[in-house]
């Protein structure tokens, strides 16, 4: 099962909203990975999990909040969004961080209105 | 950090024609280039990827081709069907993460 899945498939929400995101994969995989992809633009990375400890934040702003409750869970927690968060944001795995392939779920389309 | 150019931003071919998609790289330590899909709507998929001890790997109708001396990798499809149309992405291994290229739009036309 080379499958990694995410919930919801659309998410519409308001900038005082909460809401998370989900993702799972049953691969073994114990690195993660979330990334925000804009329109026409290729992803950009979030965060990263290796061996569910969080090892990269890259300068993403404190109303995400990422979460990673055991080898297959990642979430990521949404609050006091903007507009311009508004995107595609992908959850992907990999065997290990660094060389391995990374395989991406389908991903989640949040609109914040 | 790495920094990855993609060209074309765009491409149109005939069906049945090859396209040819080049990558360059700024890390000569980088080691990992894998080439994504992505269809309008969809999750980018891995479609080939090549590793630094590789010139040169073929899959059917897709091959890439590394250099590392110039620090450039290209995607070649030959026979071009209306389902590859689609968003192509190139990255490299910059440290431990990925940085991908800025994609090339590719059109196949009947």
Not at chain 1, 22 to 30: D, I, S, V, Y
Not at chain 2, 52 to 67: C, F, M, P, W, Y
Request: glycine share 6%; charged share 20%.
């Amino acid at each position: 099962d080379t499958e990694v899945t995410q919930t919801p498939k659309h998410l519409v929400m308001g900038m005082t909203n909460k809401k998370s995101l989900k993702c799972e994969q049953h691969m073994g995989h114990r690195a993660m990975y979330w990334y925000k992809q804009k329109a026409k633009k290729p992803p950009e990375l979030m965060f990263v999990y290796s061996y569910e400890k969080l090892s990269i934040n890259e300068s993403v702003p404190s109303r995400f909040s990422p979460e990673c409750p055991n080898s297959s869970l990642l979430n990521l927690h949404l609050h006091a969004l903007q507009p311009e968060d508004s995107a595609l944001y992908l959850c992907a795995s990999s065997q290990a961080r660094g060389v391995y392939e990374q395989y991406f779920g389908p991903g989640t389309r949040l609109t914040v209105t | 950090g790495e920094n990855v150019e993609q060209h074309p931003s765009t491409l149109s071919v005939q069906e049945g024609d090859s396209a040819v998609i080049k990558c360059t790289y700024s890390d000569s330590a980088s080691n990992y280039f894998p080439w994504y899909k992505q269809e309008l709507g969809k999750r980018p998929q891995l479609i080939i990827d090549i590793r630094s001890n590789v010139g040169e790997k073929k899959d059917q109708r897709i091959a890439v081709t590394l250099n590392k001396t110039a620090k450039h990798f290209s995607l070649h499809i030959t026979e071009t069907q209306p389902e590859d149309s689609a968003v192509y992405f190139c990255a490299a291994r910059g440290g431990q993460n990925f940085v991908f290229g800025p994609g090339t739009r590719l059109s196949v036309l009947p």
